[in-house]
T-cell receptor, first 112, second 114 residues
């Protein structure tokens, strides 16, 4: 089944403790993105990647890092999480000029 | 950054009623998308619109791409309880060299009373 998977689905952590949220897609898509969803704000793009080793900032990149060493994986890294990063995070992937992005199931992160 | 204004923010309707929601933007987009998010899940694409003026249906759902390319609406006819969820509009710039980034509206939360 064509899909985007994320792990973990739920995470509670404390301020300053580094964490990584993984994202993997099995559709051979070039484009991958991370979004965060907050009440009243919709989804906002954090980082995106147009292909392996090509990444760039989205609209809200502060406090996040990403890497794209393989086409299928696009992990989101929080080096020193803070409470304002408590949010619902979505990974998405798409081909460069084809159907719209497919979203993963989401990761709900709480930073205490 | 760019923003889309989506309205209404929430709706509480009776089963069988029709629903209408819309999005407006100060920017032009060449693609408009409508997604639905069920509780605990990621957004799922409902309808994609690629041409100004385009009117597209998907079952009980109908969406239109505004002529000015700055707006879109989504209608749901004869609502049923499983229509409950959050509906998002999203604008996208497509074409060579772009990132395919989506700009999302704030979402419309729909509740349906049986």
């Amino acid at each position: 089944e064509a899909q985007v998977t994320q792990n973990p689905r739920y995470l509670i952590t404390v301020t300053g403790k580094k964490l990584t949220v993984t994202c993997s897609q099995n559709m051979n898509h070039e484009y991958m993105s991370w979004y965060r969803q907050d009440p009243g704000l919709g989804l906002r793009q954090i980082y995106y990647s147009m292909n392996v080793e090509v990444t760039d900032k989205g609209d809200v990149p502060e406090g996040y890092k990403v890497s794209r060493k393989e086409k299928r994986n696009f992990p989101l890294i929080l080096e020193s999480p803070s409470p304002n990063q408590t949010s619902l995070y979505f990974c998405a992937s798409s081909p460069p000029a084809g159907p719209p992005p497919v979203f993963g199931p989401g990761t709900r992160l709480t930073v205490l | 950054g760019q923003q889309l204004n989506q309205s209404p923010q929430s709706m509480f309707i009776q089963e069988g009623e029709d629903v209408s929601m819309n999005c407006t933007s100060s920017s032009i987009f060449n693609t408009w998308l409508w997604y639905k998010q069920d509780p605990g899940e990621g957004p799922v694409l409902l309808i994609a619109l690629y041409k100004a003026g385009e009117l597209t249906s998907n079952g009980r759902l109908t969406a239109q791409f505004g002529i000015t390319r700055k707006d879109s609406f989504l209608n749901i006819s004869a609502s049923i309880p499983s229509d409950v969820g959050i509906y998002f509009c999203a604008g996208q710039q497509r074409g060579s060299g772009n990132t395919g980034k989506l700009i999302f509206g704030q979402g419309t939360t729909l509740q349906v009373k049986p």
